[in-house]
C-alpha cells in the first residue's frame, strides 16, 4: 500500500477471478481508499489492508462489476445498476432471443437485500462525489472535487499501453463517442487520474486520452 499523498492510499492486488484465456486484461488490478471529509470510502476494493479495513465506513463502486470483496466487507456499498438483458442486447449485439428475461449476477446479493446498497446513476453522489458516464452510464468516472481526483472505471484503464479508453467489446459506443463523452472532464482542476486497472496517473495522461 501506498499513500499517494495525504489522505488518499493505492493498493494493488490479483484478481481472483482472472483467467489467462478469458480476459483481456492484466490479473493485478487497482483499489483505492480516499478521506472523504469525516468518511474513509474504499474505491473498487480488493484485498483491503487491515488498517483502512477497520477504518473505513463505505465502498463506492465505478462499476457493478467491480464489487470485488464488496460483500464481504459488509459495509454500505453505492454503485451503478448492474445490466439488464435489454443492455446486454444493447451493448454487445446479443440476439435478444438469448437473454430475454436473464438477469445479472453482478450485485444479486445486494438487489436481493443482503447489505445495505445505494444504487445511482451519473450526477451528484454522496461523499461530494459527481459520476460521469463513460462507455456506458454505468460504468463510471468520479469527480472527487475534495482532492482533485478522479477514480475511474474501465472507461478509462491502463492495460499495459498507458492510460486510454477501454471499449471492451461494445458495439454501441467507438472510441471517439466516449472521448467526446468524456471532455468535460479537461474543464475540472483534476490533478490525480486513479484507474482501477493500472497505476495512478496524472493529469497530463488525461489530457492525451482526451485531445
Given at each position: ?11 494493488q ?11 483481456d ?20 476494493p ?15 463502486l465505478?462499476?457493478p ?13 453505492h454503485?451503478?445498476p ?34 445495505e ?9 454522496p461523499?461530494?462525489i ?15 472535487p ?12 491502463d492495460?499495459?499501453?498507458g ?5 471492451g467489446?461494445?458495439k454501441?459506443?467507438?472510441?471517439d463517442?466516449?472521448?467526446q463523452?468524456?471532455r468535460?472532464?479537461?474543464?475540472l ?12 496517473t496524472?493529469r ?8
Amino acid at each position: 500500500m501506498h499513500e499517494l499523498r495525504s489522505g488518499v492510499w493505492h493498493w494493488q492486488s490479483p484478481h481472483p477471478g482472472w483467467s489467462e484465456e478469458e480476459e483481456d486484461w492484466p490479473e493485478i488490478v487497482s483499489s483505492y481508499g480516499i478521506e472523504l471529509g469525516d468518511d474513509l470510502v474504499l474505491f473498487d476494493p480488493l484485498s483491503v489492508p487491515d488498517e483502512l479495513r477497520e477504518r473505513a465506513n463505505a465502498v463506492v463502486l465505478t462499476a457493478p462489476y467491480h464489487e470485488r470483496d464488496a460483500r464481504r466487507l459488509g459495509l454500505p456499498v453505492h454503485t451503478p445498476p448492474a445490466d439488464t438483458w435489454q443492455d446486454w442486447v444493447e451493448k454487445f449485439g446479443i440476439d435478444p432471443d438469448r437473454v430475454r428475461g436473464m438477469e445479472s449476477d453482478d450485485l444479486a446479493w445486494l438487489r436481493a437485500g443482503e447489505g445495505e446498497g445505494h444504487f445511482h446513476s451519473p450526477g451528484a453522489w454522496p461523499f461530494g462525489i459527481t459520476a460521469y458516464a463513460g462507455r456506458e452510464d454505468n460504468d463510471l468516472i468520479l469527480w472527487l472535487p475534495s482532492i482533485g481526483a478522479i477514480v475511474t472505471g474501465d472507461s478509462l484503464s491502463d492495460l499495459g499501453a498507458g492510460l486510454d479508453i477501454w471499449i471492451g467489446g461494445r458495439k454501441h459506443v467507438t472510441r471517439d463517442d466516449v472521448v467526446q463523452r468524456l471532455r468535460p472532464l479537461l474543464d475540472l482542476p483534476v490533478e490525480l487520474v486513479l484507474p482501477a486497472h493500472g497505476e495512478p496517473t496524472d493529469r497530463a495522461a488525461l489530457e492525451r486520452v482526451l485531445s
